[in-house]
């Protein structure tokens, strides 16, 4: 059996240079997330006018006296609905991670 070297790829790579790491902690992340909040409200509003929107009922009467009743959805008022539904879920579940990274996420001293 023959023993080589196996190749790591760490050769193409370039070193890490010492610098100012990334820090996560920052506070200004708590604005952005109220602000992420506040438009997913916003969205979430829209979408709940466009949903109701979005259907009409028409009734017509015959001669002899009965009513007859016909439901119409008009499609693009639905499918913004939906849209800024998502859009709303997903500006929510980004302001969770901005606050998150606000308040948790705190620099550590490197170990010596």
């Known amino acids: 059996m023959i023993d080589l070297p196996q190749p790591t790829g760490a050769e193409l790579w370039p070193p890490e240079e010492p610098g100012p790491r990334a820090r996560l902690h920052k506070p200004w992340r708590t604005l952005v997330a109220v602000l992420e909040v506040v438009l997913a409200v916003a969205a979430g509003w829209v979408a709940y006018l466009c949903w109701h929107g979005g259907s009409a009922i028409v009734v017509t009467h015959t001669d002899d006296g009965a009513?007859?009743?016909?439901?119409?959805?008009?499609?693009?008022?639905?499918?913004?609905?939906?849209?800024?539904?998502?859009?709303?879920?997903?500006?929510?579940?980004?302001?969770?991670?901005?606050?998150?990274?606000?308040?948790?996420?705190?620099?550590?001293?490197?170990?010596?």
């Open 67 to 112: 009513a007859l009743e016909s439901h119409r959805y008009f499609g693009g008022m639905l499918a913004a609905a939906i849209g800024l539904g998502t859009l709303a879920a997903i500006l929510l579940v980004d302001a969770v991670r901005q606050l998150s990274l606000a308040v948790r996420a705190r620099h550590s001293e490197p170990k010596a």
